[in-house]
């Protein structure tokens, strides 16, 4: 059990791992915790959090979401994670607390961040600070988002002229190393940003939404089509997504 690689969690606890009642308890959970690899969490309708401290999740390189309604935040240090994926987790703010009180190091706990996938969260407004700021910006290759209804991708208030203006953030050109985006599905959101041309390792776009934007990508003729035409491989459209992608899609990654 100390040298345990895998787990995958279905719990009503708060908390995980749940609070130990003993010396040993804890130095034993401790153990398990920190050989860990892949952490699934899946259907667990009370759980809010991830307890950090002491080293745990210290060997993590993966980590799932997947309907947990009451989820508030995520680990604020996971330094070694590979891939995140949050499904279906409708209290989760992926802006880890509050954002103008946020500390330098709160959004330096992604430092190994390849693949992020975000599907089914309504509180997703905008791209979290910590993708966009930390050190995730510079190591990110896949980034899915998939039926974010509230999706708007506005930066920070202050660095916005206009809250109704729904695009993504001017600073996504942050993400030097990303390859893939894919978009689906999300609503509000209406234009591609005007630095969209500094993503210059993206190799792969896929934007599956509402007529609007797609109308936008249109080749040759549409209001943002002279901001994608640096990526080799596109997808545009506004057809319906198969009820298995975002499966088929993240089984995928995690075989790589």
């Known amino acids: 059990m100390i040298s345990l690689r895998l787990l995958i969690v279905k719990t009503q606890q708060i908390n995980l791992p749940p609070q130990a009642q003993g010396e040993r308890e804890v130095k034993v959970g401790r153990r398990c915790f920190n050989s860990l690899r892949f952490l699934g969490i899946e259907g667990c309708d009370s759980l809010e959090s991830l307890v950090e401290g002491m080293g745990t999740f210290i060997a993590l390189r993966t980590l799932i979401f997947c309907g947990c309604p009451c989820l508030l935040s995520l680990p604020k240090h996971l330094p070694t994670l590979k891939t995140l994926a949050i499904m279906n987790c409708e ?122 934007l797609v109308n936008r990508c249109k080749r040759g003729a549409g209001e943002d089509w002279n901001k994608i035409t640096h990526v080799p491989d596109l997808y545009i459209s506004d057809s319906s997504d198969s009820d298995e992608e975002c499966g088929l899609f993240l089984s995928k990654q995690l075989v790589k």
């Not at 050109?173 to 940003?193: E, F, V």
């Open 91 to 212: 209290s989760l703010d992926l802006g880890l607390g509050n954002r103008k009180e946020e500390k330098e190091d709160d959004i330096r706990g992604f430092g190994s961040l390849r693949i992020l996938i975000l599907s089914e969260l309504p509180k997703l407004e905008i791209l979290p600070r910590w993708l966009i700021q930390g050190p995730t910006s510079t190591t990110l290759l896949s980034l899915f988002i998939k039926s974010c209804d509230n999706f708007r991708a506005l930066w920070e208030e202050e660095e916005s002229p206009s809250l109704s203006s729904s695009v993504l953030p001017e600073r996504i050109d942050h993400l030097i190393a990303l390859r893939q985006l894919k978009i689906k599905y999300c609503l509000l959101l209406s234009a591609l940003p005007e630095k969209m041309g500094n993503l210059s390792a993206l190799t792969h776009l896929t934007i599956k939404s509402y007529p609007k």
